[in-house]
């Protein structure tokens, strides 16, 4: 007996499967990486251990955000493709993959250029400048954005897997 499997239901499971592996990711750096870099390293008790793991987690959290803008747009061309199916929950999946595309732009060509431009301005590592200089205050600020953000991202990705798994196509 073969069994058919509809192009539809097929860009409906690539879409949750997108959407799963980058979640997937971003949890990982979120929960494992990051906070690992910044540990593993300060028992080293090297001067600069927290920049040099501010260094390997800005280029880790560049891939997050590059491909969490990419896998949205591709989840969302999909989305647009199956749209007559999905009923009612259409217009939220399309909602919900546009915060995970804004979100991680802003916090890549924005949040995380920003942060890039005031540590290159630095003349010591940013752990060892003052805490109450305006230039380490705006970069916790925006760490915090950057956090922030991320985190919308990745509820918005959560959100919009259960929904393809709850409303399959058919």
Known sequence: MQVRTKPLTILNDIRFFLLAFWLGAATFFSLVVAPSAFLVLRQFHLANA???????????????????????????????????????????????????????????????????????????????????DPRRLAFANLHHYSVITLGIAMLAALIATVLIRLRPVS
């Open 50 to 132: 927290n920049e040099i793991a501010g260094t390997i987690v800005t280029r880790t959290l560049s891939v997050i955000n590059i491909s969490g803008v990419f896998v949205s747009l591709l989840a969302l061309v999909a989305t647009l493709a199956i749209a007559r199916r999905l009923g009612r929950s259409y217009l939220i999946q399309l909602a919900l993959l546009i915060v995970i595309a804004v979100t991680t732009a802003v916090g890549q060509w924005f949040i995380a250029a920003r942060m890039r431009a005031i540590r290159a301005t630095l003349e010591l590592p940013i752990d060892q400048i003052a805490l109450d």
